[in-house]
């Protein structure tokens, strides 16, 4: 699997991608197909495979899309947060859950695991590991500018811990996001001391 940024996306890409989440959210991961893909976007059905390559690689690239897309507000939580690590981690929670309130793939996501399209469950399982390293590689990355007074590896364990919290609360939220995000930076603050 190719790693966050590795991938360069041509704008025929990009355009396949939009037009596969757009099917999803509408109508159901099932009902993609490279076919339907090539009709929607304008090209034969060998330049989708070209492009793309099989259905499993295009939930790939959706979900890598949509990762990238979580990150990048997580790194700019922290770009405001210079010197406030639990600030940072509070608006990030607070992005991230956000971002997911409103995000149509996601919320078809969710509900393939409730039952709805069964199909779409490997988006969310096949590279859950994946997706938990990416975003526990960025956090490691941006929390390494703050002064954080514990051995490396109890702070590992503290950022897989908020990290795997944000994500539980993506997957099934309790609350607002604010509300979460600041319980979620309360936690961290009691572990990170």
């Known amino acids: 699997m190719a790693t966050l940024g590795e991938v360069a996306t041509s704008?025929?890409?990009e355009r396949l991608i939009e037009a596969a989440v757009?099917?999803?959210?509408?109508?159901?991961?099932?009902?993609?197909?490279?076919?339907?893909l090539a009709d929607d976007v304008g090209v034969s059905r060998q330049t989708v495979y070209n492009e793309i390559g099989t259905k499993?690689?295009?939930?790939e690239a959706m979900v890598m899309r949509e990762l990238d897309r979580f990150l990048a507000g997580v790194t700019r939580s922290f770009d405001e947060n210079?010197?406030?690590?639990?600030?940072?981690?509070?608006d990030s929670a607070r992005r991230v859950l956000k971002y997911a309130q409103n995000n149509a793939l996601l919320h078809a996501v969710v509900s393939a695991t409730h039952g709805a399209d069964?199909?779409?469950?490997?988006?969310?399982t096949t590279h859950s590991e994946y997706l938990?390293?990416?975003?526990?590689?960025?956090?490691?990355?941006?929390?390494?500018?703050?002064?954080?007074?514990?051995?490396?590896h109890r702070l590992d364990a503290?950022?897989?811990?908020?990290?795997?919290l944000v994500l539980s609360h993506v997957m099934q939220p309790t609350a607002d996001p604010a509300q979460t995000g600041d319980d979620i930076a309360w936690i961290a603050e009691r572990v990170l001391r």
Do not use: F, H
């Open 11 to 13: 704008p025929l890409r």
């Open 22 to 36: 757009q099917i999803t959210t509408d109508s159901g991961w099932a009902k993609v197909t490279m076919a339907r």
């Open 82 to 90: 210079p010197t406030d690590l639990i600030g940072a981690i509070r």
């Open 158 to 164: 503290s950022i897989d811990m908020v990290v795997r």
């Open 56 to 59: 499993t690689d295009l939930a």
């Open 118 to 124: 069964t199909e779409l469950l490997p988006l969310l």
């Open 132 to 152: 938990l390293e990416g975003a526990k590689q960025v956090i490691t990355e941006r929390v390494a500018s703050y002064d954080v007074a514990l051995p490396d």
